[in-house]
């Protein structure tokens, strides 16, 4: 079982919104990082630690952190941004990696 | 940009090893923990392990007994073995990196292509 919790499935109106959580004790300790997962594709970071989005991911992916929850924000979500979202983070212990269970994202 | 390109055996038979490699290109190889995950079909992300290229590594509870995670510096290479595999073990493996330092620590920033394996009879 995953020591990070999240939703299993979002929907969100294209060019809408969406805030995809993540909630774990490790998350008071660790910021997290998210993949991004399409089918048939591999994994992609589209957010991680405190304020980082790397070189090629849109600005409207974001994401925040607030006691033991972490949030992935996309502002104006495209038709290309459904996908599956995993979140990560070190464990308690800090000598682990754990994963959420994964957020499947519809865009209307 | 840091880019990694991963190899090795799709097809495996019961008990056999599993062994992958992965290289890393563009970028500095130090300061990063390098990493492997992987996801059966159908399901969700499992870590596997990680090595730092002093040789430190740290493995997942439930694979420990059986994986070795290991690091060539002069190659900027790190590889996984994985001995007496079952069916459980067929997956998708991929290799990534972890940044080491601050605020940023554990963030899996990179990920390779992905290696299909399959174990069966």
């Known amino acids: 079982s995953s020591e990070l919790t999240q939703d299993p499935a979002v929907s969100v109106a294209l060019g809408q919104t969406v805030r995809i959580k993540c909630q774990g004790d490790?998350?008071?300790?660790?910021?997290a990082s998210w993949i991004q997962e399409k089918p048939g594709q591999a994994p992609v970071c589209v957010f991680y630690?405190?304020?980082n989005r790397p070189s090629g991911i849109p600005v409207r992916f974001s994401g925040s952190s607030s006691g033991n929850t972490a949030s992935l924000t996309i502002t104006g979500a495209q038709a290309e941004d459904e996908a599956d979202y995993y979140c990560?983070?070190?464990?308690?212990?800090?000598?682990?990696?754990?994963f959420g269970g994964g957020t499947r994202l519809t865009v209307l | 940009q840091v880019q990694l390109q991963q190899w090795g055996a799709g097809l495996l038979k019961p008990s056999e090893t599993l062994s992958l490699t992965c290289a890393v290109y563009g970028g500095s190889f130090s300061g990063f923990y390098w990493t492997w995950i992987r996801q059966p079909p159908g399901k969700g992300l499992e870590w596997v392990g990680e090595?730092?290229?002093?040789?430190?590594?740290n493995y997942n509870p439930s694979l420990k007994s059986r994986v070795t995670v290991s690091v060539d510096t002069s190659k900027n290479q790190f590889s996984l073995r994985l001995t007496s595999v079952t069916a459980a073990d067929t997956a998708v493996y991929y290799c990534a990196r972890a940044r080491m330092g601050g605020y940023d620590y554990g963030s899996l920033d990179v990920w390779g292509q992905g290696t299909a394996v399959t174990v069966s009879s």
């Open positions: 990560s983070s070190r464990d308690s212990s800090g000598t682990l990696v754990v």
């Open positions: 630690g405190k304020n």
């Open positions: 090595v730092n290229p002093g040789g430190s590594t």
């Open positions: 490790s998350l008071r300790s660790y910021y």
